[in-house]
């Protein structure tokens, strides 16, 4: 079974850093695109950045400059460099990828994976 789990989050101040990974696990044949998106209370989950398997980036306009994708092929694990937080970077941050894997049934199929979530709270 294939799974995404997160670790980094935490409370920071504002203007500190934090930087949070995901590691796929399980059956994987092939990870395609990977991100990380973040919900705050009352507000709907939104992508804060992507990266494709060939490296490509894409970020929201809230966190340019300041947020850095990145990822290692070879563990499955993308990576969220935060820095210069702010107040409203306090949200849940999940990471999600595009992956093909076998499932428990032996059928290998591409799927949506969603990590657990990791708490990211800044605040002075």
């Known amino acids: 079974q294939v799974q995404l789990v997160e670790s980094g989050g935490g409370l920071v101040q504002p203007g500190g850093s934090l930087r949070l990974s995901c590691a796929a696990s399980?059956?994987?044949?092939?990870?395609?695109?990977m991100g990380w998106y973040r919900q705050a209370p009352g507000n709907q989950r939104e992508l804060v950045a992507g990266?494709?398997?060939?490296?490509?980036?894409n970020y929201a306009d809230s966190v340019k400059d300041r947020f850095t994708i990145s990822r290692d092929n070879a563990k499955n694990t993308v990576y969220l460099q935060m820095n210069s937080l702010k107040p409203e970077d306090t949200a849940v941050y999940y990471c999600?990828?595009?992956?093909?894997?076998?499932?428990?049934?032996?059928?290998?199929?591409?799927?949506?994976?969603w990590g657990q979530g990791t708490q990211v709270t800044v605040s002075s």
């Open positions: 990266i494709t398997s060939g490296g490509s980036t």
């Open positions: 399980g059956s994987i044949f092939i990870v395609n695109t």
């Open positions: 999600n990828a595009e992956i093909r894997g076998r499932q428990a049934t032996g059928v290998l199929r591409w799927g949506t994976y």
